[in-house]
């Protein structure tokens, strides 16, 4: 009996070992190193290792470790589904290994290191894989229950760490991304004036909105709307992509948005599988009088002129980026009067779950009249944002051709 209640304060101690709140203060990186420390103690083990999973490649990175620190330093990785730690990460369970050679082991450093008995188990958050937590021994030795509860409590812990961290320098990086691709100043021109907006949806989640307007050759200037499918940095890094290709296509073709959105598909197609996203591409002529403009599955421009009701300008719709579209895409001429004011938009803009897209667009042409540019993006998201707050991204572009005489 006395056996009994030791053992038990034995397992207790262990566990808070590896659940010790005062960790919660650490980053990441000394997290993961000290409780490797307290699981190579606490287990007897010769070495600790945790490996990283990587979605895109659908492979483990050895990322920390105590006990063999040449896992990291040599960048080890473990195709899921192969060997030992790849088995962990398939199957999601805790598997015991008791012979370590080529025949269980992907990883040769760990029989050259003369491992006997290897334990894992998978590093799981919220239904997601995040890697494989494994401790190994020299000696013979028989992993219990409570070796195996006792390493899966550190591997969920750090599972959560993990993906708490990633989520932040994601966001992060995502938002420091997308701002870097955004125009920083918009261009100041005598026959044009300029207003944007860029609002994240719901939790602030960044994602593959983006405008641009930019020079071209002749006195043409290029309008862009897009929005990829998606949110987070995979997001953004398409429309990065897919922002630099379209500025060098069209330079291709500098009068022809249906050519230029035609290329792009295509190199979406070969380079990005998989990724879909809806652009708008206009070109203005130089004399502000009127653009030419293709749809790639993007929501129309809302026009207005002075003494009218706002509209949707009617075009002829293509199919989105990243669709299989074997036919010619279509340009339109939209011409410009005087005094005229254009809303370019991403659907977040128009589209809730409380309103039919019919309704949002109706309540943007509520909300447009002909003033200066600034003027109307600043009632167009007063309005928008006032009736249901947005759940998705929202990117707002307003053009206005001021009339004769206008400074």
């Known amino acids: 009996m006395q056996d009994d209640v030791t053992g038990a304060e034995d397992q207790l101690l262990r566990i808070e070992s590896v659940t010790d709140s005062t960790l919660s203060h650490l980053d990441l990186e000394k997290l993961l190193a000290e409780l490797l420390l307290r699981i190579r103690e606490q287990l007897a083990a010769d070495t600790a290792t945790v490996l990283l999973h990587d979605s895109n490649s659908r492979q483990l990175i050895a990322t920390a470790t105590a006990g063999f620190e040449e896992e990291v330093r040599q960048g080890v990785r473990i195709p899921v589904g192969a060997g030992f730690a790849g088995q962990v990460a398939a199957q999601r369970r805790p598997i015991v290994v008791n012979h370590v050679d080529a025949s269980t082991v992907v990883n040769p450093l760990l029989w050259e290191k003369g491992l006997h008995t290897l334990l894992g188990v998978p590093m799981v958050a919220g239904g997601q894989l995040i890697g494989v937590l494994h401790v190994g021994s020299i000696a013979q030795r028989t992993f219990t229950e409570q070796d195996v509860h006792l390493l899966q409590l550190a591997a969920d812990r750090m599972a959560l760490a993990t993906q708490a961290q990633v989520a932040r320098t994601e966001r992060a990086t995502a938002t420091a991304l997308q701002r870097s691709l955004l125009p920083a100043r918009l261009p100041r021109l005598a026959g044009l004036e300029f ?65 230029v959105l035609d290329k792009l598909n295509r190199k979406a197609m070969h380079f990005e599988p998989g990724a879909m996203a809806t652009v708008l591409y206009a070109v ?35 199919p989105p980026i990243g669709v299989r579209h074997p036919g010619p895409r279509h340009s339109s001429v939209v011409e410009i009067p005087g005094e005229s004011v254009v809303c370019f938009y991403t659907d977040g803009l128009v589209e809730r779950r409380g309103w039919t897209l019919d309704m949002g667009l109706e309540l943007l042409c509520g909300a447009l009249d002909a003033r200066p540019a600034e003027s109307v993006a600043a009632r167009v998201m007063s309005v928008m944002t006032r009736a249901e707050p947005p759940e998705d991204d929202i990117a707002l572009l307003v053009m206005r051709r001021p009339g004769d005489g206008e400074v």
Not at 284 to 306: K, N, W
């Open 284 to 318: 203005v002529e130089p004399t502000y009088d009127r653009f030419r403009i293709s749809l790639a599955g993007h929501p129309p421009p809302v026009m207005v002129a002075p003494g009218e009701p706002a509209r949707l300008v009617e075009l002829a719709p293509d």
């Open 195 to 259: 207003a944007t907006r860029y609002v994240p949806g719901a939790e602030l989640r960044v994602g593959g909105d983006w405008y641009d307007v930019f020079p071209l050759p002749d006195d043409r200037w290029g309008i862009v709307m897009g929005d990829v499918v998606g949110h987070g940095l995979p997001a953004a890094v398409v429309m990065g992509r897919l922002r630099s290709a379209l500025r060098a296509y069209a330079l291709l073709d500098t009068d022809d948005p249906a050519s």
